[in-house]
């Protein structure tokens, strides 16, 4: 086998397209491999839309980029045929080796979705050397290939959660299965509330879904949420997730702590103690030192902290029975506790959102699907923002989450 055969070998290619030149060129950095193709004279090449042979009609160069060659940036230029068919005329034939519209060839390409699958994009752009724009292109038409496939014909039970790409802008909706314990994840779209809600329906129904199958939708306790789901999904069962109740009430803590801290100086450490979970040591030393002296300056903050560990209490209720009683209990102490005080006023809005989904609550004691679930999506989320960091957009997030956990993962693997 001479080096021309080499070259044709790992470029995929059959006859009668043949290596008629190669060339090293030393004065780009990094180096360049030039490789030339050409079909045999007089060869006969199918026609695009019917298969027929026919002969050539005239010729045009393309170029498309291959994989490095060593570390050289590597090259194939093909004088591209027309066929001209008797039946659909002068056609351009398509290129075995590259997806139609791309300027990279399939090897390329399957080799930067494999570094793409276990780095961050811009890394994996560094390494091939392209730009992580050009890179992000082909990750987005292989990501969306995989995910028109997908198969929602057994869905019974639906998750939902938004995020944003960016700190509170660029919002998506995420949907998972909540039967699948691996790459859960189904579909992602941009935006929030009812429309989300709608679009999920639609993509169900184009990929084998049936709205009516649905059992169960686990979500949080948005209006917008609750309101697109009774719509969309009337026959479902809606469950409040209790990582979502949680949530509420840390974020009405945070935003006390906040208002107090504008005229009061707060003890330091405080921010993360009042935002993480009390047991099982989660706090650091300097965090419980300083919940000690939020206790023992009498602020507010601390009053509102009690209120948040508490609702442990309704979350070890044995049945539903006892959970819809120790709501009820939980809402009349916290009315109690709070008092009249202004600063506390996030926390009373959060009881009221409590008293509002009681009832949804509730649910989670004889539902099937633990909140674990959709508490694990924040690691998700986090992963995905950092994989698609120096080019975050939506698109380019939601691409990824499907990218780490949408069975479009595993698709892309076995191609
Ligand atoms: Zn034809």
Redesign the pocket.
Known sequence: MNGNEVMLLGLGLTPPWKLVEQELDVESKPHELHLHIEADRGAQYP?P??G?LSSAHDFKDQTWRHLNFFQHHCYVHVRMPRVR?V??GV?QVKAPWARQGSAFTLLFEQAAMMLVREMPVLAASRIIGVTDKRLWRVVEHYVSEAVSRFDLSSLQAVGLDETAAKRGQNYVTVFIDMDRRVEPVLFVTPGHGKEAVTSFRQFMESHRGNPGRIREVVCDMSRAFLAGVGDEFPEAQITVDWFHIVQTFTRAVDDVRKREGRDTSMPKHLRWAVLKRAEAGRLTENQVLALGELAQRNLETSTAWRLKESLRWIREAPTPRAARWRITRFIRFGEDLLGESPVLEPMRKALKTLQAHAHQIARRWTSTYTNARLEGLNGLFQAARARARGYRNTETFISMIYLIASPAASMLKST
Do not use: I, L, S, Y
């Open positions: 026609c839309e019917c027929m068919c039946e659909h056609k």
